[in-house]
């Protein structure tokens, strides 16, 4: 079982910044990437950024440039730094965590999401 909290969500103004964090505890064994998606009303979870264990990163287009993942492997936490936020970005995030046995796929693992609403 792995655990994930996340924090950091809030209000900010367009063109602001937010820091997401995401602890994982539990059985942390395995866990190959972690990541953040996101969900807004009416639209499907989509995938926001991951970071490998071995510190590989992966963006969605629409937040290059803005958002940074980065990972404590000591602390078990994911970060995500976002700044230039734009209404758009207003969603539920959720931090994932993968695991993997090689290199098949074994389970993911959510966190129960933090709001990021962005005021125009």
């Known amino acids: 079982q792995v655990q994930l909290v996340e924090s950091g969500g809030g209000l900010v103004q367009a063109g602001g910044s937010l820091r997401l964090s995401c602890a994982a505890s539990?059985?942390?064994?395995?866990?190959?990437?972690m990541g953040w998606y996101r969900q807004a009303p009416g639209k499907q979870r989509e995938l926001v950024a991951f970071?490998?264990?071995?510190?590989?990163?992966n963006y969605a287009d629409s937040v290059k440039g803005r958002f940074t993942i980065s990972r404590d492997n000591v602390k078990n936490t994911v970060y995500l730094q976002m700044n230039s936020l734009k209404p758009e970005d207003t969603a539920v995030y959720y931090c994932?965590?993968?695991?993997?046995?090689?290199?098949?796929?074994?389970?993911?693992?959510w966190g129960q999401g933090t709001q990021v609403t962005v005021s125009s």
């Open positions: 994932n965590a993968r695991r993997t046995v090689g290199w098949a796929f074994v389970d993911d693992y």
């Open positions: 539990g059985s942390t064994s395995g866990i190959s990437a």
């Open positions: 970071i490998t264990s071995g510190g590989s990163t």
